[in-house]
């Protein structure tokens, strides 16, 4: 899945001169996190969070600075350099820059231009499309040997109940690297039967463990 499919379009911007009562006054109203900064020829050249803000702004017992402090540009509290990505990135990619900077938003850029945003939010909304958990069906997790050709070999079991499939994962099978974890959602509340297919072709089927069928 590509970054343009889930991105939003419309996003929400200050100017590096805009006061941080500005800022307040658009987190509130758009009900958002973040805001991108840019300059005139529209390049993100900062961001601010709902938490820099909120750092910024005065104690609400301090009333005699109050007013002074949050008429500061924006650019005072802004985080600069900004990490961004392209239209075309892989979505994953991005879940992989949310986890290993510890950030919860990106600009998303084309000809170093802002065209959209990507929140933490977005992000586990597309899982929950990616992991079809959003519609009916059940999980079966199977352990097989990690060997080329493995994954058709498994899914042409599930072909022969002609049910659908909503997703298929695979994870790494912690304790022993020589197998991996095929999960599958399929489109019925009744796996039984599929259950009993796979492990009579061998395979061992690590979820659900159901009562009467033996591990």
Known sequence: MLVEEIMKEKVITLSPEETIEKALKLLHEHHIRHIPIINEENEVIGIVSDRDVRDASPSVFDKETAHEELKNPIRSIMTSPVTTVHPLDFVEEVASIFYEQEIACVPVTRDEKLVGIITEKDMLYTLIQLTGTHVQSSQIEVKVI????????????FG???????????????????YKIIVVRIQ????????????????????????????
């Open 146 to 157: 990690n060997k080329p050709g493995i994954l058709p070999q498994v899914t042409q079991v």
């Open 188 to 215: 019925t509340m009744n796996p039984l039967p599929t259950i009993e297919d796979l492990k009579s072709e061998g395979y061992e089927v690590l979820w659900p463990q159901m009562p009467g069928i033996p591990t």
């Open 160 to 178: 022969k109940r002609k049910v659908n499939i909503s997703s298929v994962l695979i994870y790494p099978y912690k304790p022993d690297p020589k």
